[in-house]
């Protein structure tokens, strides 16, 4: 791992350097800068971000991390003394830095394999109605009849796009959270 302070981030931070920088990082588990300004947090966020094009992760708990929050592609803010302006500002909420763990490995697994299902169900469902209407136009010849009745068109959506989703997203765990946690190695995938 590297540790770095504030005093030599801002030297690291020049634009001669940080292709050096970058390097170093990208040879180490885990990079901590300590006593670093806000803006310094934003801009090494943002380096690391689009010059490796890497997914990056900031957490923070104060006031002072609510710019590397909003600058990181995820954000999590955790809940304590220092107010809640890092909340605010983030895209997920805890408590203590122990639940970040559970976040990634459970919570972030649930989320991505619910999200990708239901992106395929939202195409399954509009390719099957719109393939419908097709075969319907040749059935009429192309007139421009209506095949259903605009009650009957809103309950097909009303049925068929919020209530998998819901039911779906509240039942859906395709591992558990026991064994989520036990092998870390799944999240990779």
Same mark, same amino acid.
């Given at each position: 791992?590297?540790?770095?302070?504030?005093?030599?981030?801002?030297?690291?931070?020049?634009?001669?350097?940080?292709? *050096?920088?970058?390097? #170093?990082?990208?040879?180490?588990? +885990? $990079?901590?800068?300590?006593?670093?300004?806000?803006?310094?947090?934003? @801009?090494?966020?943002?380096? *690391?971000?689009?010059? #490796?094009?890497?997914?990056?992760? +900031? $957490?923070g708990?104060?006031?002072?991390?609510?710019?590397?929050?909003? @600058?990181?592609?995820?954000? *999590?803010?955790?809940?304590?003394?220092?107010?809640?302006? +890092? $909340?605010?500002?983030?895209?997920?909420?805890?408590?203590?830095?122990?639940?970040?763990?559970?976040?990634?490995?459970?919570?972030?697994?649930?989320?991505?394999?619910?999200?990708?299902?239901?992106?395929?169900?939202?195409?399954?469902?509009?390719?099957?109605?719109?393939?419908?209407?097709?075969?319907?136009?040749?059935?009429?010849?192309?007139?421009?009849?209506?095949?259903?009745?605009?009650?009957?068109?809103?309950?097909?959506?009303l049925?068929?796009?919020?209530?998998?989703?819901?039911?779906?997203?509240?039942?859906?765990?395709?591992?558990?959270?026991?064994?989520?946690?036990?092998?870390?190695?799944l999240?990779?995938?």
């Open positions: 791992g590297l540790v770095i302070d504030g005093r030599t981030l801002e030297h690291v931070l020049h634009d001669s350097l940080q292709n *050096v920088f970058l390097e #170093l990082t990208e040879k180490c588990r +885990a $990079v901590v800068c300590c006593q670093a300004t806000p803006l310094q947090k934003s @801009v090494l966020v943002k380096l *690391v971000r689009n010059k #490796l094009k890497a997914m990056t992760l +900031a $957490v708990d104060g006031a002072n991390d609510v710019s590397m929050i909003q @600058v990181a592609d995820t954000g *999590v803010g955790i809940s304590g003394q220092e107010g809640m302006q +890092a $909340v605010m500002a983030s895209d997920f909420a805890i408590s203590q830095f122990r639940h970040l763990r559970k976040l990634l490995l459970v919570h972030g697994h649930w989320c991505y394999t619910r999200l990708t299902n239901m992106v395929l169900y939202f195409f399954y469902k509009n390719v099957t109605y719109v393939n419908l209407l097709f075969w319907y136009q040749f059935f009429c010849g192309f007139s421009g009849t209506s095949m259903t009745d605009y009650w009957i068109l809103i309950l097909f959506n049925l068929f796009t919020s209530m998998p989703p819901i039911i779906y997203g509240v039942l859906d765990k395709d591992v558990s959270a026991e064994i989520l946690m036990e092998l870390p190695q999240y990779t995938m």
